[in-house]
């Protein structure tokens, strides 16, 4: 049985968060009415002409600098010639032979527990260009609809060598990017907008040779799973393709989800001659080692960076680490809540990623829509820390804050949570307890250690239940060895 | 009145002498009764003519107005204006009504106050020299109905020259202000690439394409080309420079200005009465104190190779737009979407802009890129370079603007590679990206002959002071066709 | 060099410009010529020489990120050969 070596590259295109489209001042909004947002230049209307958003320049800056790459000072717009009805101008504008990002490299964690492994994947280049208009196939008398808002919207193309060497490998990858291009504030990563869309090239190969086997490429997928499915078709395809006799052909091809197979596209069979040349309209793009320096000096720790520093710093386990840095909102959300509860750390993380994380699951909402701030999660952390409340009271008061509001401690002075830690008043208590048993004091003397829950009981009840139970433990303890 | 200067129009309207709607009528009857002999407008639109005059008139009554203000102009059908029909001379945009201005034309009319008299016709898409591949019919020399006016500004030459407009506005990518400006007894002006916007210019190459002024003198094209130019944003390639007055040195003295003669404008090749008319006017400048030195541009005999593959290069990508979806022509029948595409263009293309198409997908296509593109694009460095060194020596280059005078309508009309060296003079110069002129110079049996003065890097005021020196000697410029009464 | 009509064919189909059998061979007459005339720049040696895409050699100016245009949908759509709810109306486009 031969052994089957999967190769597979990602292209994956990041729509980046900027106010107005790469080349015009029209809106890049989504879901406004059709061609609402398609301005003269949008629409190549005859004589118009591209002007370069400095802020989609400025993300490529951004995301060049988060993974390592050369920054190229000088880049070159190109254009990519080709008939397509969503593609105004007969080309698009795209960088072909010196993009503004080159190289680089992105560490991913594929897999969980035993079985975890990390992996750096190596990118190519990442270069801007502008988004293509939508097809509407509705039946519009048999013939189709153009939208072009979306046309002109500016991307950038993030494509990696063939490093990946499974669809858990490629997933990893594209989680990872998709955590990085928002953690960086360069996209907003919605897939089901299309602001993050991956096409992966798949070959197979005999394990143990060099030559890559010819690839497809499988375009759109937009959202993880269909990355994994479509990956995991196209390769058992592959496979029994080349099993049976039969040659790969390189293609380009379409996932369908609802058979999970993927069929080739009709209108890319013909043989492709994009006729890339210089854009004369746009003149070269130079990026100077001041500005690069300016956007480096506004860059967040990064992902990788900040993981790591959790560890070493904080002491927390590698998987809490992991968990609280799998995006911006939560790393953020975590610090705040560790400012307001200082050197609880391991506590922090318990409840963002327990209590919080279980809470807003139930109530269907993101991180960002929390009810609680970081601040007011700190207040109930802060008196767990101090003895001020119990676990159970510390859950009571968070039910209490995320259904109405309001501040810990006001919460716990409501509803009377606060534990007694006043020495002098559980040692009444004890005393009180002791004198009033004298037997079962003889008969834990005697040796009957389960008798200790029976003052505790006791002594809790004494207290009405806010009696600290650590320090109660201890006094009893001291009591009772007498 | 027709004969009159855009400063003594200017000044005729400031002194109510006339109304610039009465002036407007005048030209506009004008068109009316000689047009349709000369087929320079592809669009005449008096209504709104009128309409704009009534603005001009106003401003001129609040006195807010400028030099230009309600002094008539003709447009060339390149550059998009709001509610008229701009075809480029192209059956792919006969019936596109533009839904905006293109700077140019804001800045004439909105900024100015001119009036557009309509829109000029020329080759289509700009591309020809003879203005015979116009879907709109071919436009007839003034100065001799058999022959033509040059192009691809054609229109506006015979417009200006019939005496149907003032003045115009061409663009020039291989010489299409100059060369129909020399067949026509006019002064054009192409300025250095960057000085005009090309916003909403319909772009042939975009890399060589250049608006400018057409008109009878310098002064004129000074003018106007104050009114025309200056740094727009919505043109990546628009130079940010300080604005300028480009009549500031329209009297400046020659005495001492080094004129470059390259001796490859000067060899074989040139019409012998076309070389003694322009030798006559080197001697003019020389009487004005010029002194003439010979320099060598030794690449310029590559410049209508290279520009034959670059510009067919940028224009077939151009045009790839005029797909028959969102303006402009579709076929009526056709049976799928490639079946559209392809029966659109084959039909609303027209047989010079499908060649040149064709051309430029061959140079651009795999296999080829390095050999015609990437070759034909270190021939221009290699040309601009020769130009460098060439104003080392001297301020201005002369020469002439076109080999021969106005040929005979469809002469050269089935032979492109003759067509193509109309232009053997002017193309260099847009590989370059430099300013030039075309100006006046004498005729040859009855045809007027063009003088080229070519300038370095934005020494366009330089170039107007040497063309109105030497119009202020001459009167070879106020030389008008015997029957445009 | 000489371009066929198969290779004619080829470079119209790319460029979305129907041509018949006639035409293609007219037209090869033609391009042939002119490629004769472009034929002229393969003699010279341009090792070396960096190519020149601009007329000047200036850096991309860029643009601040404003949205500055309206919705001119109804203008922009009047000179439009086919359009319906909005959109712009083509033959099917089959993917």
Known sequence: MMQW??????????????????????????????????????????????????????????????????????????????????LPKGYQISQFELPVVQGGTITVQVGAGDKAYEKTINLTRAHLEEDAGKSLHEDFHGKSGIDLNRAGTPLLEIVSEPDMRSSDEAVAYARALHTLVRWIGICDGNMQEGSFRCDANVSVRPKGQAAFGTRREIKNLNSFRFLKEAIDYEVRWQINEIEEGREIHQATVLFDPDSGETRMMRSKEDAHDYRYFPDPDLLPLVISPQWLDAVRATLPELPQAKRARFVAELGLPDY?????????????????????????????????????????NRDGLDLAQCPITPQQLG????????????????????????????????????????????????????????????????????????VFGFFVGLAMKASKGKANPAQLNEVLKRRLAG | MIEKSLRQLGQALAAREISSVELTSLFLDRIARLNPEINAFITVDREQSLAQARAADARLAASAAGPLTGIPIAQK???????????????????????????????????????????????????????????????????????????????SAAAVAARLAPVATGTDTGGSIRQPAAL????????????????????????????????????????????????????????????????????????????????????????????????????????????????????????????????????????SRFDGVRYGYRAPDYDSLDDMYMKTRA??????????????????????????????????????????????????????????????????????????????????VNLAGLPAMSIPCGFADGLPVGLQLIGDYFAEARLLNAAHRFQQATDWHRRQPADIA | MSLTPEQIQRIALLARIEISEAEAHATGGHLNE??????????????????????????????????????????????????????????????
């Open chain 1, 5 to 86: 070596e999967i190769v597979i590259g990602l292209e994956v295109h990041a729509q980046l968060s900027t106010n107005s489209k790469i080349f015009s001042g029209a809106s890049t909004a989504f879901g406004a009415e059709p061609n609402t947002q398609a301005d003269a230049v949008s629409l190549a209307l005859p004589g118009v002409l591209p002007v370069l958003n400095r802020q989609a320049v400025e993300c490529a800056i951004r995301f060049g600098l988060a993974v390592g790459a050369k920054v190229a000072p000088k880049s070159v717009f190109e254009r990519k010639n080709y008939f397509y009805p969503d």
């Open chain 1, 320 to 360: 809490d680490a992991g968990q609280l840095t799998a995006s911006r909102e939560t790393a953020d959300f975590f610090a705040a809540t560790l400012a307001a509860a200082p050197g609880q750390a391991k506590v922090c993380a318990n409840w963002l990623l327990g209590e919080v994380s279980a809470q807003l």
């Open chain 1, 379 to 450: 207040g109930i952390l802060r008196r767990i820390g101090d003895g001020s409340i119990s676990n159970a009271g510390a859950k009571e008061v968070f039910r209490a804050m995320w259904a109405e509001g309001g501040e810990a401690d006001a919460i716990i002075e409501a509803k009377g949570l606060k534990q007694v830690s006043d020495a002098g008043a559980i040692e009444k208590i004890v005393d009180e307890i002791l004198a009033a048993n004298p037997a079962q004091v003889a008969e834990y003397r005697g040796g009957k250690d389960k």
């Open chain 2, 77 to 155: 059908d390149i550059f998009c204006a709001q509610g008229w029909t701009t075809t480029c001379a192209s059956k792919m945009l006969a019936n596109f009504v533009s839904p905006y201005d293109a700077t140019v034309i804001a800045k004439l009319h909105q900024e100015a106050g001119m009036v557009s008299l309509g829109k000029t016709n020329m080759d289509e898409f700009a591309m020809g020299s003879s203005n015979e591949t116009s879907y709109f019919g071919p436009v007839k020399n003034p100065w001799d109905r058999t022959r033509v006016p040059g192009g691809s500004s054609g229109g």
């Open chain 2, 184 to 319: 026509c007894n006019l002064t054009g002006l192409k300025p250095t690439y960057g000085v005009v916007s090309r916003y909403g210019m319909i772009a042939f190459a975009s890399s060589l394409d250049q608006g400018g002024p057409m008109a009878p003198s310098a002064e004129d094209c000074a003018l106007l080309l104050n009114a025309m130019s200056g740094f727009d944003a919505r043109d990546s390639t628009s130079l940010e420079r300080p604005v300028e007055d480009y009549a500031r040195d329209l009297e400046k003295p020659l005495a001492g200005l080094r004129i470059g003669l390259p001796r490859e404008f000067f060899g074989a090749g040139c019409d012998p009465a076309v070389m003694a008319a322009v030798q006559a006017a080197i001697g003019e400048y020389e009487k004005l104190g010029a002194v003439s030195v010979e320099v060598s541009l030794p690449n310029s005999h590559l410049s209508v190779p290279a520009y034959y593959v670059i510009a067919p290069a940028e224009a077939s990508s151009n045009l």
């Open chain 2, 347 to 428: 039909q609303g293309f027209g047989a010079e802009v499908k060649r040149r198409i064709l051309i430029g997908a061959y140079v651009l296509s795999h296999g080829y890129y390095d050999a015609y593109y990437l070759q034909a694009q270190r021939i221009r460095r290699l040309i601009a370079a020769d130009f460098v060194e060439a104003f080392k020596s001297c301020d201005l280059i002369m020469g002439p603007t076109s080999p021969s005078t106005a040929f005979k309508l469809g002469e050269r009309a089935a032979d492109p590679v003759q067509m193509y060296l109309s232009d053997i003079y002017t193309i260099a």
């Open chain 3, 34 to 95: 002119i490629f004769k005339l472009i034929e002229q720049m393969q003699a010279v040696d341009t090792q070396g020489v960096e190519p020149m895409a601009h007329a000047q050699e200036f850096s991309q100016r860029l643009r601040d990120d404003i949205v500055s245009e309206a919705d001119q949908r109804a203008a922009y759509q009047a000179v439009a050969p086919e359009t319906e709810a909005g959109l712009y109306l083509v033959p099917k486009v089959i993917e």
